[in-house]
């Protein structure tokens, strides 16, 4: 695998990528790799011939009382599962300037009032932070495929409206949530909690994947939504919200919505928050 810290050395090796003839595939990431990233990369070795991942704590999407100086770097371990995994082309920037060239004048992408709900109420600015990054991240690498993972919804759905006017000829692919034996989904904030906390983890899913049933057994939403909530808090997995939306992040009020939807459920066992969410 290629490492290039720098844009100089990222435009030489995307040079020589180019000598290969296929489509190349961007997996984006902030590092402290685990099973869930890197089933992103096999679903991208999949559909091209030459992968590049970016490795990026990206300082735009976290607020000021966000984990930004905590969130784990890891460089050396995911350098060594990015080379197994077979990655060609790993950007791991020495400094913002890699990356926004200069830090006063970046083009902001903004994410509107879908940026503004859900997680976007809890972290204002967090998806004007991340659509800027991956728009940057797009204009440099110059992509023909991007793959980005189920667990994050919300920023999925966004990027995906992002790039469709930006880059329409870009191919963006949903990869399915990688989920532990006990049913929570893989994240690098699963690394925050103790053995005890992840086991309270576990109620997060069983309880999306029960109110998903329920949906279909046409149990009253309201209901469904409420019984959810108290579940949550009898676990003391504190809910910042439980809802159900569509997959154009449309919020579903009825029974019978019969197109894609999931349930999207945010908690947070004592300072960490944990997303995810059901497709039904
Ligand atoms: O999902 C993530 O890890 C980040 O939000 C992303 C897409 C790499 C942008 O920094």
Not at 177 to 185: E, P, T, W
Not at 208 to 235: F, M, P, Q, T, W
Not at 261 to 280: H, M, P, Q
């Amino acid at each position: 695998m290629i490492i290039s810290r720098t844009r100089k050395e990222l435009e030489i090796a995307l040079n020589k990528l180019s000598e290969i003839p296929g489509k190349l595939a961007l997996i984006p990431t902030m590092g402290n790799l685990h099973q869930g990233h890197l089933s992103l990369l096999t679903i991208a070795k999949k559909k091209a011939s030459k992968t590049i991942s970016t490795i990026f704590v990206n300082p735009l999407q976290f607020g000021k009382n966000d984990d930004f100086e905590k969130y784990p770097r890891t460089h050396e371990d995911d350098i060594k599962k990015l080379n197994d995994e077979g990655c060609d082309l790993l950007f791991l920037p020495l400094n913002n300037k890699e990356v926004f060239s200069s830090i006063d004048n970046i083009k902001t992408i903004k994410s509107g009032t879908l940026g503004l709900e859900l997680c976007g109420k809890i972290r204002p600015g967090h998806f004007d932070g991340v659509l800027t990054v991956v728009n940057r991240l797009f204009e440099i690498i110059k992509p023909d495929i991007a793959v980005f993972g189920a667990k994050d919804y919300q920023q999925e759905i966004l990027i995906r409206q992002m790039a469709k006017s930006l880059y329409p000829n870009l191919e963006l692919i949903k990869a399915p949530i990688i989920r532990a034996d006990n049913g929570v989904a893989l994240s690098s904030r699963n690394n925050y909690l103790s053995e005890p906390e992840l086991e309270i983890a576990t109620n997060l899913y069983k309880c999306l994947y029960k109110s998903s049933i329920s949906y279909k057994e046409n149990i009253d939403l309201k209901v469904i939504i409420d019984e959810a909530k108290k579940y949550l808090n009898s676990y003391n997995l504190s809910p910042d919200y439980f809802e159900l939306r569509d997959e154009n992040l449309n919020k579903i009020n009825v029974n019978g919505y019969d197109g894609k939807k999931a349930f999207l459920g945010s908690v947070n066992i004592n300072k960490t928050r944990l997303i995810d969410n059901i497709e039904f």
